[in-house]
């Protein structure tokens, strides 16, 4: 079983930053990717950033230019870098992790951001 354990949400101003953090533990054998989606009220979660074993990372175009993924492999960690804010981007933001030979999917609890204009 996989524990992931997110933090760093708040409420900023448009054109602001957050920092946030997503502490994974507990078996990660076979890990294949790490990331973050979010959900906005009323719409369906959609995958934000990823960032494979490997390295390499994806985005999606909405945020682009704007998010950097980041890990920490050493300490299972993995962090989402959000700058220029904008109210579109108000969600809950879950943590996302895909294990083992059947890519079994586990979610964090997920943290609210909130973005004024």
């Known amino acids: 079983q996989v524990q992931l354990v997110e933090s760093g949400g708040g409420l900023v101003q448009a054109g602001g930053s957050l920092r946030l953090s997503c502490a994974a533990s507990?078996?990660?054998?076979?890990?294949?990717?790490m990331g973050w989606y979010r959900q906005a009220p009323g719409k369906q979660r959609e995958l934000v950033a990823s960032i494979v074993s490997g390295g390499d990372t994806n985005y999606a175009d909405s945020v682009k230019g704007r998010f950097t993924i980041s890990r920490d492999s050493a300490k299972n960690m993995v962090y989402l870098q959000m700058n220029s804010l904008k109210p579109e981007d108000t969600a809950v933001y879950y943590c996302n992790v895909i294990v083992g030979v059947a890519y079994s999917y586990y979610w964090g609890q997920g943290t609210q951001v909130t973005v004024s204009s």
């Open positions: 507990g078996t990660l054998f076979r890990l294949k990717a």
